[in-house]
């Protein structure tokens, strides 16, 4: 049986180690650590092995000897955006017998918030290193983000994205190499630090004194030209409907003005969503209704809904606003992607309809719900107000039985 601890080092250096891991760290025979936290070890006579990676120290662990105690050190604490998590997974999978247990150490946040004097317990707080995401729809509902960057998410990129997004004033403060001789925080604004290079592993703080709220959008707020777009309470309605997720990741086929993929996108700023469509005339107007309304998670996708779904992450959710007489098409390649999505679709057509409830009518394993739904809107005409009729809206919600609620 081999004893192991996951010990949480700090923003790296060996003085940021707490007392309670310096002792496990010093009766420790074997240190498995990323390069960089193994520097202090060189001269200690234990067996060192270098890895960042959770599959490796697993590896490593299981390669040594019986009897030998452990230190893994994984950078800041082992209960923030953590090597710690993957890591006690695999080593409980790999040998029931071993010991291992954590110890907590300081977050990089947490030096880094006291380094300026201030709390973090007012902040959104989240990590962009090695994970994708957006950080101007973040930043702009908040008035404190922490983010931690890293050598592809650099503070001059994450200021960058600001600036495309109107943000290009809100104050950004960059902490480098904390911890170390050459720690260095620099105060800057999102305009000036997309000039600046700044060092791979980064805490980044971003305050924004004006942050906003999220209401539903308009249709009138919109660029729709002459594409056809799903009207606001249709849109409300097949949005709740979607039973949306904060991290997400949706499918917007047939996204027409975009209209649908821009709500959901300001409404799961922590998920992606990806517009469908095919008409060049469409497109251009998604494109400009991203922009006007700074949706940075949303993606457009050119192309049929169907070919285009094939290079895209598994669904958790899809809109179908619009098939071009292919919704079955698209039903497939959407459940080739994962069988358990969560599909609303808008039927404006009796063939759309019909081939909606063909489709699912064999499918035993699926719910299916439908809605119609006819929106009537007053209108002056002289002294009087007649009502104005929209068409008729069948709202279909189909997903896997388990699902439902």
């Not at 074997?30 to 092995?49: F, M, Q, T, V």
């Not at 998410?153 to 480098?176: D, K």
Request: net charge negative; charged share 25%; hydrophobic share 40%.
């Amino acid at each position: 049986m081999k004893h192991i601890y996951i010990i949480g080092a700090g923003p790296g250096s060996r003085s940021a180690l707490t007392v309670e891991a310096q002792k496990a760290v010093e009766g420790s025979d074997c240190i498995i650590a990323h390069g960089r936290l193994l520097r202090d070890y060189e001269n200690s006579g234990k067996i060192l092995l270098e890895s960042s990676h959770a599959e490796k120290i697993a590896d490593y662990v299981a390669e040594l000897n019986d009897g030998l105690v452990i230190s893994v050190l994984v950078s800041g604490d082992t209960g923030f955006y953590s090597l710690a998590k993957k890591l006690m997974r695999l080593l409980q999978a790999n040998d029931k017998q071993d010991k291992a247990e954590m110890i907590s150490g300081v977050s990089s946040v947490a030096y880094f918030c006291a380094k300026l004097r201030s709390s973090w317990d007012d902040a959104l707080l989240f990590s962009l290193h090695g994970r994708p995401g957006s950080v101007a729809d973040k930043v702009r509902r908040n008035k404190k983000v922490i983010v931690l960057t890293d050598a592809v998410y650099t503070p001059s990129v994450i200021a960058g994205e600001l600036c495309e997004n109107g943000l290009e004033n809100v104050m950004l403060t960059a902490g480098e190499n904390l911890s170390y001789e050459d720690e260095a925080i620099t105060s800057l604004t999102a305009r000036e630090a997309a000039q600046r290079q700044f060092g791979a592993l980064c805490v980044l703080q971003i305050e924004n004194p004006q942050p906003e709220e999220h209401q539903f959008i308009g249709d009138s707020d919109f660029i729709r030209g002459n594409t056809p777009m799903t009207k606001q309470e249709i849109r409300c309605i097949s949005i709740n409907k979607l039973r949306l997720s904060k991290t997400d990741i949706v499918y917007d086929a047939g996204a027409g003005t975009g209209s649908v993929a821009v709500e959901i996108a300001l409404q799961i700023p922590d998920g992606r969503v990806f517009a469908l469509e095919k008409e060049p005339e469409a497109l251009r107007l998604i494109e400009e209704n991203k922009r006007k309304f700074r949706a940075g998670n949303l993606e457009i996708i050119p192309g049929n809904a169907e070919e285009g779904i094939l290079s895209l992450p598994p669904p958790d959710k899809v809109f179908i606003g619009g098939s071009g007489g292919r919704l079955t098409e698209i039903l497939e390649a959407v459940y080739r992607k994962n069988d358990c999505a969560y599909v609303v679709i808008n039927a404006v057509t009796l063939e759309t309809f019909c081939e909606a409830v063909s489709y699912y009518k064999n499918r035993e394993a699926y719910f299916f719900e439908v809605v119609q739904v006819g929106v009537n809107s007053a209108k002056e005409a002289g002294s009087y107000h007649l009502l104005s009729a929209q068409n008729p809206v069948f709202i279909i919600t189909a997903g896997r039985k388990e699902t439902a609620t």
